[in-house]
């Protein structure tokens, strides 16, 4: 496939099932948090400002905002305000569940030639993402405070607190920031304002160990803090903003003020399924995360995972095959529900879920993995590939009262589109759409729109016991990779036993096209010969472009806080 590269680089960057339901069956007394409440988020010092927060009395909302804002001074790679994310906020006392969409949507006046050029070929990697082209208008902002609405606790200005202190006073520059600044050089250091942040005068990223303070970010969350999300899609923002954005676009389909003030964070249908006796929920279209973990899990369901266990070659094989099948629907299928009809019960429907099962043997391989046809499908439409970057974060929260957050955010590739704008680093989420418009002479699900959200794979997830109890929230970075992330650590807790961390990590293995990357150093790659003997091909040993997040109840009641252990030692300063 055309992105596998990319992927490939060393990456150091980087549930029968009714959909659109509310979730538990049962509602059982809240799980005993610890004291305050649990926090696992990517970097320490978003975690500790999430801490901060329920510290002071704040929900699991409160504490995942307070992280969200962190997160976009200490991982500026990864996430931030100037990007997009999904929510879940799940309640202990009654048991529902909402979710709350904030992706970037595309300006007004975009259209399915956007990443185009006037020979019909699409433009150049540099041209697309590294351009106002690839901007699409801010959620995240928008998702914090209607979250806030309706869950927070504590004043909207104190969320912001723990982020000031950081951008203002400065954080200490880890190796993971390091590294991730010296690989994306002509993206990170893209402008002269964030050249001046994070980059000495030799041109080369602050040394490990250096105070970096952003002031201009400071200065941008003193002004939300007082003016709340109007100081950001109000007309004198937004005008700067569009301003900024349509400065660097260097062809029609330009972003407006109209556009930034316009936007709404929106909730959406959860998207759940029974899974042995759990109860998996996960986010809907726009983003494609929700029904990939349900399609992998509803279809080895009728597989007996707890006996095979993750030593085994069977299981890893089931595990791939049941990736081609929920990734060729994904392709086909999901795309923003708000322009094109996706047919979200089908594809998680028991019955469907089942006859795409079937499809699956122990003792060989699918010759061609095709997309199914759900209960509900409309007609069938083309598509093709999307390019899958670095620029995501997972954290999940759950505060004293037992209710959960489970928040992944994404400004796409790492450093977004380097357009720096008031101290932070606007998306290049406009990159998800599928470039070209049509495949096979039909038109594909997730083209480029005025107005429309690009299909997303982002994972935040909430697993639920027999009882109702929230037993895991977790989520990844990673584009394409991240629903195998999840479910991969769904399996290793529901299926083999495993604690949360544990669970994450598990090793990684997962099909995309012809290829089959196995993480390298891990157990898989002794594997291989059973995997071929299976009629797997095309191997790539590569590490894994993985990054998760979770927490993991624990028999006693108490969260574990579960984080990638791939980047143990790279992220604490
Ligand atoms: N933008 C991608 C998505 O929404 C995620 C990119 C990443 O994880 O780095 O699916």
């Given at each position: 496939?055309?992105?596998?590269?990319?992927?490939?680089?060393?990456?150091?960057?980087?549930?029968?099932?009714?959909?659109?339901?509310?979730?538990?069956?049962?509602?059982?007394?809240?799980?005993?948090?610890?004291?305050?409440?649990?926090?696992?988020?990517?970097?320490?010092?978003a975690a500790e400002a999430g801490e901060a927060i329920l510290a002071a009395g704040g929900s699991a909302t409160d504490a995942a905002i307070a992280v969200m804002l962190a997160l976009t001074v200490v991982e500026p790679?990864?996430?931030?305000?100037?990007?997009?994310?999904?929510?879940?906020?799940?309640?202990?006392?009654?048991?529902?569940?909402?979710?709350?969409?904030?992706?970037?949507?595309?300006?007004?006046?975009?259209?399915?030639?956007?990443?185009?050029?006037?020979?019909?070929?699409?433009?150049?990697?540099?041209?697309?993402?590294?351009?106002?082209?690839?901007?699409?208008?801010?959620?995240?902002?928008?998702?914090?405070?209607?979250?806030?609405?309706?869950?927070?606790?504590?004043?909207?200005?104190?969320?912001?607190?723990?982020?000031?202190?950081?951008?203002?006073?400065?954080?200490?520059?880890?190796?993971?920031?390091?590294?991730?600044?010296?690989?994306?050089?002509?993206?990170?250091?893209?402008?002269?304002?964030?050249?001046?942040?994070?980059?000495?005068?030799?041109?080369?990223?602050?040394?490990?160990?250096?105070?970096?303070?952003?002031?201009?970010?400071?200065?941008?969350?003193?002004?939300?803090?007082?003016?709340?999300?109007?100081?950001?899609?109000?007309?004198?923002?937004?005008?700067?903003?569009?301003?900024?954005?349509?400065?660097?676009?260097?062809?029609?389909?330009?972003?407006?003020?109209?556009?930034?003030?316009?936007?709404?964070?929106?909730?959406?249908?959860?998207?759940?399924?029974?899974?042995?006796?759990?109860?998996?929920?996960?986010?809907?279209?726009?983003?494609?995360?929700?029904?990939?973990?349900?399609?992998?899990?509803?279809?080895?369901?009728?597989?007996?995972?707890?006996?095979?266990?993750?030593?085994?070659?069977?299981?890893?094989?089931?595990?791939?095959?049941?990736?081609?099948?929920?990734?060729?629907?994904?392709?086909?299928?999901?795309?923003?529900?708000?322009?094109?009809?996706?047919?979200?019960?089908?594809?998680?429907?028991?019955?469907?879920?089942?006859?795409?099962?079937?499809?699956?043997?122990?003792?060989?391989?699918?010759?061609?993995?095709?997309?199914?046809?759900?209960?509900?499908?409309?007609?069938?439409?083309?598509?093709?590939?999307?390019?899958?970057?670095?620029?995501?974060?997972?954290?999940?929260?759950?505060?004293?009262?037992?209710?959960?957050?489970?928040?992944?955010?994404?400004?796409?590739?790492?450093?977004?589109?380097?357009?720096?704008?008031?101290?932070?680093?606007?998306?290049?989420?406009?990159?998800?759409?599928?470039?070209?418009?049509?495949?096979?002479?039909?038109?594909?699900?997730?083209?480029?729109?005025?107005?429309?959200?690009?299909?997303?794979?982002?994972?935040?997830?909430?697993?639920?016991?027999?009882?109702?109890?929230?037993?895991?929230?977790?989520?990844?970075?990673?584009?394409?990779?991240?629903?195998?992330?999840?479910?991969?650590?769904?399996?290793?807790?529901?299926?083999?036993?495993?604690?949360?961390?544990?669970?994450?990590?598990?090793?990684?293995?997962?099909?995309?096209?012809?290829?089959?990357?196995?993480?390298?150093?891990?157990?898989?790659?002794?594997?291989?010969?059973?995997?071929?003997?299976?009629?797997?091909?095309?191997?790539?040993?590569?590490?894994?472009?993985?990054?998760?997040?979770?927490?993991?109840?624990?028999?006693?009641?108490?969260?574990?806080?579960?984080?990638?252990?791939?980047?143990?030692?790279?992220?604490?300063?």
């Amino acid at each position: 496939m055309r992105y596998l590269p990319a992927f490939l680089a060393p990456l150091a960057l980087a549930l029968s099932g009714c959909a659109a339901t509310p979730p538990p069956a049962a509602v059982a007394a809240p799980a005993p948090a610890a004291a305050t409440g649990a926090v696992s988020a990517a970097d320490p010092r978003a975690a500790e400002a999430g801490e901060a927060i329920l510290a002071a009395g704040g929900s699991a909302t409160d504490a995942a905002i307070a992280v969200m804002l962190a997160l976009t001074v200490v991982e500026p790679q990864s996430s931030g305000i100037g990007g997009g994310g999904f929510m879940l906020r799940a309640d202990a006392g009654n048991g529902t569940l909402v979710t709350i969409d904030g992706r970037e949507t595309a300006p007004a006046a975009a259209t399915p030639n956007r990443f185009l050029g006037a020979d019909g070929k699409i433009l150049p990697r540099e041209t697309r993402v590294f351009s106002g082209l690839s901007v699409g208008v801010p959620g995240n902002l928008a998702l914090a405070a209607k979250a806030h609405s309706q869950y927070g606790k504590l004043p909207w200005a104190k969320l912001f607190e723990p982020a000031i202190v950081l951008a203002r006073d400065g954080f200490v520059m880890n190796r993971r920031l390091y590294e991730s600044l010296a690989g994306n050089k002509g993206r990170a250091d893209r402008t002269d304002a964030a050249r001046a942040i994070y980059f000495g005068a030799d041109g080369e990223p602050l040394p490990v160990g250096s105070t970096v303070k952003v002031p201009a970010l400071a200065a941008t969350f003193e002004a939300l803090a007082k003016g709340g999300p109007e100081a950001f899609y109000g007309p004198e923002s937004a005008a700067a903003l569009a301003a900024h954005v349509a400065a660097d676009t260097p062809q029609d389909g330009r972003m407006t003020a109209q556009d930034i003030a316009a936007y709404t964070a929106k909730e959406r249908p959860p998207v759940c399924i029974r899974y042995r006796v759990y109860r998996v929920c996960g986010m809907g279209p726009p983003s494609s995360g929700g029904v990939a973990v349900a399609q992998m899990l509803g279809q080895l369901e009728g597989f007996d995972l707890a006996a095979m266990g993750p030593d085994s070659p069977t299981f890893w094989h089931l595990f791939i095959e049941s990736q081609r099948l929920a990734y060729a629907d994904r392709e086909l299928y999901v795309a923003d529900s708000d322009f094109i009809e996706v047919p979200v019960e089908g594809l998680v429907d028991a019955g469907y879920m089942r006859s795409r099962a079937a499809l699956i043997s122990a003792d060989s391989t699918i010759a061609k993995a095709e997309a199914g046809v759900p209960p509900g499908a409309p007609l069938a439409r083309g598509d093709g590939p999307e390019e899958p970057e670095h620029g995501t974060t997972h954290f999940s929260v759950v505060d004293a009262g037992g209710n959960a957050v489970s928040y992944t955010s994404t400004i796409e590739g790492a450093f977004g589109s380097g357009l720096f704008h008031q101290g932070f680093y606007l998306n290049n989420e406009l990159t998800d759409f599928t470039l070209t418009p049509e495949a096979g002479g039909k038109p594909v699900a997730n083209r480029v729109e005025g107005g429309k959200r690009p299909r997303s794979s982002m994972s935040p997830t909430i697993v639920y016991d027999d009882t109702g109890r929230i037993v895991l929230v977790i989520g990844a970075a990673g584009g394409p990779t991240i629903p195998v992330t999840v479910t991969r650590a769904i399996i290793g807790v529901l299926d083999f036993g495993l604690g949360a961390q544990d669970a994450l990590a598990l090793p990684f293995a997962m099909a995309f096209g012809d290829t089959l990357l196995i993480e390298e150093g891990s157990a898989l790659v002794a594997m291989q010969d059973d995997l071929a003997a299976l009629g797997h091909k095309g191997f790539r040993i590569s590490p894994a472009p993985i990054k998760a997040n979770a927490l993991g109840l624990r028999a006693d009641g108490s969260w574990e806080v579960a984080t990638e252990p791939r980047f143990a030692g790279v992220v604490t300063p």
